[in-house]
């Protein structure tokens, strides 16, 4: 089982909320945990917006050291072009990153792991959801 951690949830691990980090440990025990590149690009984001971004970067580098980042593919942006699309046809708006996170999730046959409402909706087909926090 191959689970792609989005942005929220690595934010829940860093800040110990819920019981997000537990759940992250098991899953590592039992399968393959990963993260998108655009979630990365989504967490320096925060960092630079922060108080204070040296210690704050030093907290998500650390973080990260130990999830696998995967790129962004060719089968990705495939993914994302489809159901850009399709969603579009149907009246759904869903944001570029997130649609590319969520690509991301099916080019690699994983299951998302967010609490963003807008990919647990169940708009995507195809895209497997899981929500960790509680």
Same mark, same amino acid.
């Given at each position: 089982m191959t689970? !792609?951690?989005d942005t929220n949830i690595v934010a829940y691990v860093l800040n110990d909320a819920g019981s997000v980090r537990a759940r992250l440990n $098991? %899953?590592?025990r039992v399968g393959r945990v990963v993260t998108s590149i655009i979630v990365v690009a989504e967490l320096?984001? /925060?960092v630079e917006r922060s108080a204070r971004r040296d210690a704050n970067r030093g907290r998500v580098e650390r973080e990260l050291a130990s999830i696998e980042i995967v790129p962004l593919t060719l089968? %990705?942006?495939? *993914?994302? /072009?489809?159901?850009?699309a399709q969603l579009r046809t149907r009246g759904i708006a869903k944001t570029d990153l $997130? =649609? =590319?996170i969520a690509a991301s999730a099916l080019d !690699? /046959?994983?299951? =998302?792991v967010t *609490? $963003?409402?807008a990919l647990l909706d169940g708009a995507i087909p195809g895209l497997a959801v899981e929500d960790w926090y509680e």
């Open positions: 689970w !792609l951690v $098991d %899953a590592s320096m984001y /925060g089968g %990705a942006v495939t *993914h994302f /072009g489809r159901l850009k $997130d =649609l =590319l !690699l /046959g994983a299951t =998302l *609490h $963003d409402q």
